[in-house]
């Protein structure tokens, strides 16, 4: 029974993993929409340029692995967990309103993961 728990536990642990991962690739927009602002080649966009190619090299390593841990076709489909993330990020850095449809679509992703990772479980 432990090594059911146990087993469990470090799945937990992985898709807490994974979805900070997603947190860390959504950033990368973040700082895409900042550069896009910025003079071509200025220092501030070689500033926010670097960021991305610094944040999306993190998460190429990083999801490959967690891919050791869980199966790519659970792993891919959390990644639409990112659209969540754009909002959040919305609100919060651009003070983007956040409308209903918004989070209605947030909520199906929202139920779409949860779906699949209970499958995969089974």
């Known amino acids: ?9 470090a ?14 690739y959504s950033i990368s927009g973040v700082c895409s929409k900042f550069a896009s602002g910025e003079k071509f080649l200025s220092f501030r966009f070689c500033l926010f340029y670097g960021g991305i190619i610094c944040l999306l090299g993190i998460y190429a390593i990083v ?8 199966p ?5 489909c959390n990644k639409a967990v990112g659209i969540i993330w754009g909002i959040i990020w919305g609100f919060l850095i651009f003070h983007e309103q956040v409308k209903w449809n918004m989070i209605v679509g947030a909520v199906i992703v929202i139920c779409g993961v949860i779906l699949v990772v209970r499958a995969d479980e089974q």
């Open 1 to 9: 029974m432990s090594e059911i728990q146990n087993t469990k536990g």
């Open 11 to 24: 799945k937990v642990k992985y898709y807490v993993a994974l979805h900070i991962l997603l947190m860390v």
């Open 63 to 70: 999801w490959q692995q967690i891919l050791k841990h869980i």
């Open 72 to 76: 790519l076709t659970t792993a891919f």
